[in-house]
C-alpha cells in the first residue's frame, strides 16, 4: 500500500468561462502603423506593446485556470475521495482482524510480530485519515483504541510544542491560542497585531511633534508637493481628464435615439471600469473607436502630456504584472515548481498526479481482495519493516 501525496486546490468552484478571442487593440495597431520619432512617442509605442501582450497573458492564465480547476474537480477530488474511502475499508479490515471478537479471513492466525506491525499500519493510515476529516468519530475510536494517547491527547500536546516553538521563534505571546484554527496563522496574526500597535504609537508620536512644530511656526502657508506627488496628481488628473471627455460624450442621457442610447450605455459602463482601474490604455482605445481622436492623436500630444501619459502607463504595466504573479501564485501554492512555469509542464505533472493516485487506489483495492487470503497477508506482513513509514 502507498500513501498518496495530498494536493490542496484552493480554486473557487464556478463552472469555467467561454473563452474570448484575443484582438489586437486599436491603439496597438495605431502605434505598429505610426512612425514614432522622438523617446517619449518611442517609450509610449514600447508601453503599448508591454501592456497588450501582458493582457494577453494574463488573459491565458485566468482562462487556464479555470480549466485546470475544472479539471481537479472532475479528475482528483474524486480520486481522493476514492482514496479516503479506500484506506478507510482498510482501517476497518485491520481492526476487524486485530480484535478478538473480529470478522477474520479463514484459517487466518498471527503472532505478536504480525499483530504489532498491522496496528502500526492501522495507526498511520487511521491519523492520515483523521487529519483530513477530523470529524469521523468512529475512525478515532478505532485510532484511540490502539494508540497509548488518544488523537485528542496527542493534538493538544503537539499545539503545546508548536505554541512554545512559535513563542520563541516570533517573540509574541500565544497563551491564548483557543486550539481553533491553524497555529501558524494565529501566530501570524499577534505578529500583525503588535507591529499595527507599534505603528499607531509612532503614528502618535510623530502627529504630536507634527502639531508641535505647527504650532511653533504658527503658519498658514500650505506645504508644497515633493516632485513625486506632484507626478501622481498630475497622472491621476490626466486619466480623470480622458475619463470626462468619454463621459460627456457618451452621456446616455443625453441622446434621443433609443438604439445609440443602448450602444452608449454599454460603451459607458466599459469608460467607469477603465476609469475605476486607472487604465489609460482602455480609455485611450475607447476614444479612438468612438472618433474623439484620431490616429495622430499621440503624435500631436505635447511632450509634457506625453510623459505623463507614460507615468500612467508604467504603472498599469506594474500593476498588470503583479496580477500575472497572482494567477501563477495559485498554482506555486499547489506545490513548488522550478524553472519556467508554463500550462503545458503544468498539463504534464496534472497528468502524472492522476496516474499516480490511480495507481494507489489500484493498490489499495487489490490488497483489500488479496488480504482475504492468509497467506498472502503473512507474506506481506513478513517484508514491512517493524518500525517506520510503510507506505514509500
Do not use: C
Request: net charge negative.
Amino acid at each position: 500500500m502507498k500513501k498518496p501525496v495530498q494536493q490542496t486546490f484552493s480554486f473557487e468552484i464556478d463552472p469555467p468561462e467561454e473563452k474570448e478571442t484575443h484582438r489586437p487593440t486599436q491603439m496597438m495597431e495605431v502605434v505598429v502603423q505610426k512612425s514614432f520619432v522622438g523617446k517619449s512617442q518611442r517609450d509610449f509605442k514600447k508601453l503599448v506593446h508591454q501592456i497588450d501582450e501582458k493582457k494577453q497573458i494574463l488573459r491565458q492564465w485566468q482562462e487556464y485556470k479555470l480549466r485546470h480547476r475544472q479539471r481537479v474537480m472532475d479528475e482528483i477530488l474524486p480520486l481522493q475521495r476514492d482514496i479516503h474511502s479506500a484506506q478507510r475499508e482498510m482501517v476497518l479490515f485491520i481492526h476487524d482482524i486485530l480484535r478478538p471478537e473480529g470478522r477474520k479471513p479463514p484459517g487466518l492466525r498471527l503472532g505478536k510480530v504480525q499483530q504489532r506491525k498491522l496496528t502500526y499500519v492501522l495507526l498511520n493510515l487511521s491519523n492520515g485519515l483523521l487529519d483530513e476529516a477530523p470529524e469521523d468519530q468512529e475512525l478515532e475510536g478505532i485510532h484511540d483504541e490502539y494508540s497509548a494517547m488518544s488523537r485528542e491527547e496527542t493534538q493538544t500536546l503537539e499545539e503545546k510544542q508548536d505554541r512554545l516553538i512559535f513563542e520563541e521563534l516570533f517573540g509574541v505571546d500565544l497563551s491564548d491560542y483557543d486550539g481553533e484554527g491553524d497555529l501558524m496563522h494565529f501566530a501570524h496574526q499577534k505578529i500583525h497585531q503588535q507591529k499595527q500597535a507599534d505603528e499607531e504609537k509612532r503614528a502618535e508620536r510623530h502627529q504630536k511633534k507634527k502639531a508641535a512644530k505647527s504650532a511653533k511656526q504658527n503658519s498658514e502657508e500650505k506645504p508644497s508637493l515633493s516632485k513625486k506627488e506632484q507626478e501622481v496628481q498630475e497622472a491621476s488628473l490626466s486619466v480623470k481628464e480622458v475619463y470626462r471627455k468619454l463621459a460627456s460624450t457618451l452621456h446616455p442621457d443625453r441622446e434621443k435615439d433609443p438604439v445609440e442610447r443602448v450602444r452608449k450605455t454599454e460603451i459607458m459602463q466599459k469608460v467607469n471600469q477603465a476609469y475605476a482601474d486607472n487604465d489609460l490604455l482602455t480609455l485611450l482605445n475607447l476614444q479612438l473607436e468612438i472618433e474623439q481622436i484620431d490616429s495622430d492623436h499621440i503624435l500631436m500630444l505635447p511632450e509634457e502630456r506625453l510623459k505623463i501619459y507614460i507615468r500612467v502607463l508604467r504603472s498599469q504595466l506594474g500593476e498588470l504584472e503583479q496580477e500575472i504573479q497572482g494567477e501563477l501564485r495559485a498554482f506555486l501554492d499547489m506545490r513548488p515548481y522550478f524553472g519556467a512555469l508554463t500550462p503545458e509542464r503544468i498539463e504534464r505533472e496534472f497528468d502524472a498526479e492522476v496516474e499516480h493516485l490511480k495507481g494507489i487506489l489500484f493498490q489499495i483495492r487489490r490488497d483489500l481482495k488479496e488480504f482475504n487470503d492468509p497467506s498472502m497477508l503473512r507474506q506481506w506482513l513478513k517484508e514491512l519493516p517493524a518500525h517506520g513509514n510503510f507506505f514509500e
